[in-house]
T-cell receptor, first 115, second 108 residues
């Protein structure tokens, strides 16, 4: 049973470009979470999704950021018109039951660098 | 708004020592998670607690709901335990709130 797979592991973008980060949850997991870790800072919640639904996006910046978890395929975190402040590690986690009742399984992270 | 505070921020120990990392939070929660972040950046879930105590190998996690406090203990510490340990709390909604982490360094 493969773990949570994130790709790309490293992504370099110039200011104004788009970044797409992918997360394939563990088999059988329908709950996906995205977190951001800025350099020298702690993890921050961004968004919680179940298949085809956004459950909680209270941690998402209001502009340029969007997330989806389609019926088929991985969850996608999309950042439009990237700025230097978007440089961070983006972690995805999945759970079979939701974080309040189930263990979280993390991917290795995607490290975005904006030049 | 829930605040999650960890102590100490940094901890250096000699191999074999017993280690305790503390986590306090300010509002009621449904679950508390202890995570380990390796020097390479990957994150591993160690425990999820809603009450009492859990043990896995040399790691023990406890939670006191009334006092809003949790501890992570490492017995017979080893240099491979060197990592950042992160406490995170969750309510009934989807988001987790994370502590800033405790950076542990175990010297041989």
């Amino acid at each position: 049973n493969a773990g949570v797979m994130q790709n790309p592991r490293h992504l370099v973008r110039r200011r104004g470009q788009e970044a797409r980060l992918r997360c394939s949850p563990m088999k059988g997991h329908s709950h996906v979470y995205w977190y951001r870790q800025l350099p020298e800072e702690g993890l921050k919640f961004m968004v919680y999704l179940q298949k085809e639904n956004i459950i909680d996006e209270s941690g998402m910046p209001k502009e340029r950021f969007s997330a989806e978890f389609p019926k088929e395929g991985p969850s996608i975190l999309r950042i439009q018109q990237v700025v230097r402040g978007d440089s961070a590690a983006y972690f995805c986690a999945s759970s079979p039951l939701g974080h309040s009742t189930g263990e979280l399984f993390f991917g290795e992270g995607s490290r975005l660098t904006v030049l | 708004k829930n605040e999650v505070e960890q102590s100490p921020q940094n901890l250096t120990a000699q191999e074999g020592e017993f280690i305790t990392i503390n986590c306090s939070y300010s509002v009621g929660i449904s679950a508390l998670h202890w995570l380990q972040q390796h020097p390479g950046g990957g994150i591993v879930s160690l425990f999820m607690l809603s009450s009492g105590k859990k043990k896995h190998g040399r790691l023990i996690a406890t939670i006191n709901i009334q006092e809003k406090h949790s501890s992570l203990h490492i017995t017979a510490s080893h240099p491979r335990d060197s990592a950042v340990y992160i406490c995170a709390t969750g309510g009934s909604q989807g988001n987790l709130i994370f502590g800033k982490g405790t950076k542990l360094s175990v010297k041989p």
